[in-house]
Nanobody
Framework: QVQLDESGGRLAQAGDSLRLSCVTSGYTLPNVMGWFRQAPGKVREFVAAISWSGGSYYADSVKGRFAISRDFSRSTVYLQLNDLKPEDTAVYYC???????????????WGQGTQVTVSS
């Protein structure tokens, strides 16, 4: 079975940095890997995505602060979160798809999520 496993979420202070990891199993990394986040009572929103060639895409809210990358040898995609803000608090989900996309329904596989909490 295809499986995505996120890790790295934790409680952090505003201005801190952390890195989330998503390990994939069952297949070689697909063309596109994405990160989404969902805060309580809110819709799941796009954060970042990366293609097999290394091209990256970011939501305006995180552009310049977050960075997505992937390591094919480790079958892992990362999300570096810098200069964290309280509004970044959410469950962060890793997703896999076949083409660049910013909507959740365009992705085929999802992880269980990892909680990131940012305090003032």
């Amino acid at each position: 079975q295809v499986q995505l496993d996120e890790s790295g979420g934790r409680l952090a202070q505003a201005g801190d940095s952390l890195r989330l990891s998503c390990v994939t199993s069952g297949y070689t990394l697909p063309n596109v890997m994405g990160w989404f986040r969902q805060a309580p009572g809110k819709v799941r929103e796009f954060v970042a995505a990366i293609s097999w060639s290394g091209g990256s895409y970011y939501a305006d809210s995180v552009k310049g602060r977050f960075a997505i990358s992937r390591d094919f040898s480790r079958s892992t995609v990362y999300l570096q979160l810098n200069d964290l803000k309280p509004e970044d608090t959410a469950v962060y989900y890793c997703a896999a798809g076949s083409a660049p996309a910013t909507t959740a329904n365009e992705y085929d596989y999802w992880g269980q999520g990892t909680q990131v909490t940012v305090s003032s």
